[in-house]
Structures are given as structure tokens and as C-alpha cells.
């Protein structure tokens, strides 16, 4: 599975971005998938995760109601709706995959990883 994460970008404190993750492979379904960060000086962390289903879904308690993981297995696309934006949810976003049906926040689970996208609030 290759990974491509897109729609990072400069947005003002409270603003909204969409960001996406296009996969290739006909295996996609099989795949649980996640959305981790790395903020400048710090170690990557976890962010949301959602199952192959698209069912079930799991999120870090900084961002809990505030940003969305969905996926779209016919297009093969998991997205993260991240509202409320704050200047702390800077950082690179990295999306990623694990041949598990269950969402896990587990990094080392994960298999593949795209090359991350940069989202830079200001406040």
C-alpha cells in the first residue's frame, strides 16, 4: 500500500481543514488506518484511527471532539475533518496503515506511512 496525505496548509486559531489520504492498492478495505503528528521538537504522536469498516473509530483525547477520521473505500481515501483548529495542533500529520480490522493507536502497528502534510495554525 503506497500513501499520499494531502490538504495541509497555514489556517487562522478556530479555522477548519480537510485533510485526505489517497491510497493505492486494491487491498485498501483490508486495512485499518490512522492519522498520527509530529509537532517541531517533539516525537509523533497519535491522532485518530478508524477501522476497515469505517464503523469504529478512536481518537487522542486533544483532539476528541473536534476532528473527524472517515474513509471512502471506494475511492480508497481516509479523511481527518479537523475543526476548532488550535495553534498546538501544528505540526506535520502522517497518515498510515496496518492489515488489522480493529482501529489501534498502536504506532508500531503500523506498516505503511505516507509522507506527511503540513498544517500550521496561527493564532
Not at 500500500?1 to 485498501?28: E, H, I, K, M, N
Not at 485499518?32 to 484511527?49: C, D, I, L, Y
Not at 496496518?98 to 508500531?108: D, K, Q, V
Amino acid at each position: 500500500v503506497q500513501l499520499q496525505a494531502s490538504g495541509g496548509g497555514l489556517v487562522q486559531a478556530g479555522g477548519s481543514l480537510r485533510l485526505s489520504c489517497a491510497a493505492s492498492g486494491r487491498t485498501f478495505s483490508s486495512y485499518a488506518m490512522g492519522w498520527f503528528r509530529q509537532a517541531p521538537g517533539k516525537e509523533r504522536e497519535f491522532v485518530a484511527t478508524v477501522s476497515w469498516s469505517g464503523t469504529s473509530t478512536v481518537y487522542a483525547d486533544s483532539v476528541k471532539g473536534r476532528f473527524t477520521i472517515s474513509r471512502d473505500n471506494a475511492k480508497n481515501t481516509v479523511y481527518l475533518q479537523m475543526n476548532s483548529l488550535k495553534p498546538e495542533d501544528t505540526a506535520v500529520y502522517y497518515c498510515a496503515s496496518y492489515s488489522g480490522s480493529y482501529p489501534s493507536r498502536i504506532e508500531a502497528l503500523y506498516e505503511h506511512w505516507g509522507q506527511g502534510t503540513l498544517v500550521t495554525v496561527s493564532s
